[in-house]
């Protein structure tokens, strides 16, 4: 069984920043890509950004240039720092990856539960 656990969300005014963080767990052979998506009311949930294993990165073109998207590999977890965040930024982010376990070696799609973003204007 894998787990990603996500922290980091919370309130904060427009123009400031937050932290993600998304922790994967569990019976792990090999992570692939690792990213975050949103969800906002009455919304899609939309892919914000990821990274490969050999960290590369993509990024929606709303967050360019303001977000960046890390990962610690030893650590099995992936990081979104979010600076200059707006308003429209607000929602659910969750975390996502690909990871192959030990007893099945083939990537899967797994999620993380969500953590709630609000920016205030």
């Known amino acids: 069984q894998v787990q990603l656990v996500e922290s980091g969300g919370g309130l904060v005014q427009a123009g400031g920043s937050l932290r993600l963080s998304c922790a994967a767990s569990?019976?792990?052979?090999?992570?692939?890509?690792m990213g975050w998506y949103r969800q906002a009311p009455g919304k899609q949930r939309e892919l914000v950004a990821d990274?490969?294993?050999?960290?590369?990165?993509n990024y929606a073109d709303s967050v360019k240039g303001r977000f960046t998207v890390s990962r610690d590999n030893a650590k099995m977890t992936v990081y979104l720092q979010m600076n200059s965040l707006k308003p429209e930024d607000t929602a659910v982010y969750y975390c996502?990856?690909?990871?192959?376990?030990?007893?099945?070696?083939?990537?899967?799609?797994?999620w993380g539960q969500g953590t709630q973003v609000t920016v205030s204007s």
């Open positions: 996502n990856a690909m990871v192959a376990t030990m007893t099945n070696r083939r990537y899967d799609n797994y």
């Open positions: 990274i490969t294993s050999g960290s590369n990165t």
């Open positions: 569990g019976s792990i052979f090999s992570i692939n890509a």
